[in-house]
């Protein structure tokens, strides 16, 4: 049977694990703590994520993956390894088939990269499946038919924005803002305001609270910790959710103008299907509060968030071997698979 044992959702934030007859079995950090005088991996996923900012000075805490791709090959290879193992089980003896999921216009090198250390992890094959189709197939949606689907997959570095239609993109963009702009957002605004350091968790804690892009949910204040710029010394200040819905406005404003470009360049049979279909948001961005008023008052197009956004990239990735045994040779999709 051609198909994925394993389905992988990478993440510049987290790496999520699907495994066919289980669902997501794992749902980690993708963060790897070292040391940078010997080199020694100390932590992976959500241990190594505790460390930063709080580890001795020779311990580093690190992202591999920038904007859905790999940066640091040798760190993404070792945390692939640890995933995948714990995901399917040290002791298994069938090595896995393994779906991952790449951002839309990733280059042939950054594919490569993915493949080359899903390989030296342990899997005895990969496939790799762009991540808005991913999203598609994991939220149920049947992209093998000749309708327009337009899936808007917000993820912490990147924002995948694809118009499927048949199995493909046909319109895409890549929007290089992401959840963690938002977060950014908040840092930014903290430093200029009120002359406050805020670590990168607080930030991402605050936003989860507060933060909203919806203008009638902007009453109240967030109490916000760090360290003042001038003394140094730590302090808490109430911060007006309105002020950090301004915050906001930015990264919010790329993400709609990415939308609105897919849509200027669709056929015109696919645009109907969208204005009928409308919009289909995923990933763990799109949870935060007010996405899909602000791109339906702006749009004027129906705006859904799926269930579990966060997982369906990787539900997805899982699920794509078998979406691949029913295409022919040729490239053609057949519901009975001849």
Request: charged residues 25%; hydrophobic residues 40%; aromatic residues 4%.
């Amino acid at each position: 049977m051609f198909g994925s044992d394993i389905g992988i959702d990478l993440g510049t934030a987290n790496v999520l694990v699907y495994v066919k007859g289980k669902g997501v079995v794992l749902n980690e950090p993708s963060v790897v703590a070292y040391d940078k005088d010997t080199n020694e991996i100390k932590a992976i996923g959500e241990e190594a994520r505790l460390m930063i900012g709080r580890a001795p000075g020779n311990i580093t805490a690190v992202h591999p993956l920038r904007q859905g791709v790999i940066a640091e090959y040798t760190v993404a290879e070792r945390m692939l390894n640890y995933f995948i193992n714990k995901a399917v089980g040290m002791k298994t003896l069938r090595r896995p088939r393994v779906c991952i999921s790449v951002p839309i216009n990733a280059t042939e090198v950054e594919r490569k990269a993915v493949y080359d250390a899903a390989m030296e992890a342990g899997a005895r094959d990969v496939l790799l499946i762009e991540e808005p189709l991913a999203a598609a197939l994991g939220a149920g949606i049947d992209i093998s038919r000749p309708t327009g689907s337009l899936i808007v997959d917000i993820g912490a570095g990147t924002t995948d924005i694809a118009l499927i239609s048949m199995g493909e993109a046909v319109r895409s963009r890549l929007v290089k803002v992401g959840g963690q702009d938002f977060d950014e957002a908040i840092i930014k605004y903290m430093r200029s305001s009120h002359n406050m350091l805020v670590g990168q968790q607080t930030a991402e804690n605050v936003k989860i609270e507060m933060g909203t892009l919806s203008d009638d949910a902007v009453n109240g204040n967030v109490y916000v910790s760090g360290r003042d710029v001038v003394t140094g010394l730590p302090k808490s200040v109430a911060v007006p959710a309105a002020k950090l819905h301004e915050a906001f406005k930015e990264p919010a404003d790329m993400i709609l103008r990415g939308i609105k470009r897919v849509l200027e360049n669709a056929q015109p049979e696919l645009a109907a299907d969208i204005v009928k279909r409308g919009i289909i948001l995923t990933g763990g961005g799109s949870s935060m509060r007010g996405f899909e008023e602000l791109i339906e008052d702006e749009l004027h197009i129906r705006t859904t968030t799926v269930d579990h956004p966060m997982a369906v990239v990787a539900i997805g990735a899982g699920r794509y071997g078998e979406f691949m045994e029913n295409v022919s040779p040729d490239g053609r999709y057949s519901q009975n698979g001849k």
